[in-house]
């Protein structure tokens, strides 16, 4: 059953049809994700200038931010986001062995340390934030990472949480 309809672009307001379009240029297409968060547009909004403002801009490379934002949702059970930034992955050129490699072994993948550090400490606050330890902080520092590099990955991961959430207790389908 579905639970939810997507909005239809064409049929949104003049506010949305705009969002729309921004991120049309952005992907090629209008994913389901943002067609359900139409129906509250100012969510939509917040969003929509979330993921611009974090998966778009930055320090850390838009590989390392989908990675974290595969490895998370991939944690949270999440098909759709699982499915939609592998996809993003393969956008950006990463080929399907070394999208294994981060799903499994991602010391075999192609990350400076610092990435990897910054990768396992955002997954890791996924799971169990209450569990960082000061060791965690201290060694993701010594990979020279600095705060705002770290703020960064967790602000990946906090959004992909977020969505993984909605996704779920809404079933959208990937689209």
Same mark, same amino acid.
């Given at each position: 059953?579905?639970?939810?309809?997507?909005?239809?672009?064409?049929?949104?307001?003049?506010?949305?049809?705009?969002?729309?379009?921004?991120?049309?240029?952005?992907?090629?297409?209008?994913?389901?994700?943002?067609?359900?968060?139409?129906?509250?547009?100012? /969510?939509? $909004? *917040?969003?929509?200038?979330?993921?611009? @403002?974090?998966?778009?801009?930055? +320090?850390?490379?838009?590989?390392?931010?989908?990675?974290?934002?595969?490895?998370?949702?991939?944690?949270?059970?999440c098909k759709y986001c699982v499915t939609a930034h592998s996809g993003a992955l393969k956008a950006i050129g990463v080929n399907e062995?070394?999208?294994?490699?981060?799903?499994?072994? /991602?010391? $075999? *993948?192609?990350?400076?340390?610092?990435? @990897?550090?910054?990768?396992?400490? +955002?997954?890791?606050?996924?799971?169990d934030a209450n569990g960082l330890s000061d060791e965690e902080f201290l060694a993701v520092r010594e990979t020279g990472a600095g705060?705002?590099?770290?703020?960064?990955?967790?602000?990946?991961?906090?959004?992909?949480?977020?969505?993984?959430?909605?996704?779920?207790?809404?079933?959208?389908?990937?689209?």
């Open positions: 059953m579905k639970r939810i309809d997507t909005v239809a672009p064409g049929t949104a307001s003049p506010e949305v049809e705009e969002i729309f379009q921004d991120i049309k240029k952005v992907f090629g297409m209008i994913p389901n994700l943002f067609k359900t968060y139409a129906h509250h547009p100012p /969510l939509l $909004q *917040a969003n929509w200038h979330k993921v611009k @403002r974090v998966m778009m801009e930055g +320090a850390l490379s838009r590989k390392t931010k989908e990675a974290i934002a595969l490895l998370v949702s991939k944690d949270n059970g062995e070394e999208i294994g490699h981060i799903e499994t072994d /991602l010391d $075999q *993948a192609d990350f400076t340390d610092k990435e @990897r550090a910054l990768i396992r400490f +955002a997954r890791k606050a996924n799971r705060e705002a590099e770290i703020i960064e990955a967790l602000g990946v991961m906090e959004i992909f949480t977020a969505f993984n959430k909605f996704l779920d207790a809404l079933d959208v389908e990937l689209g």
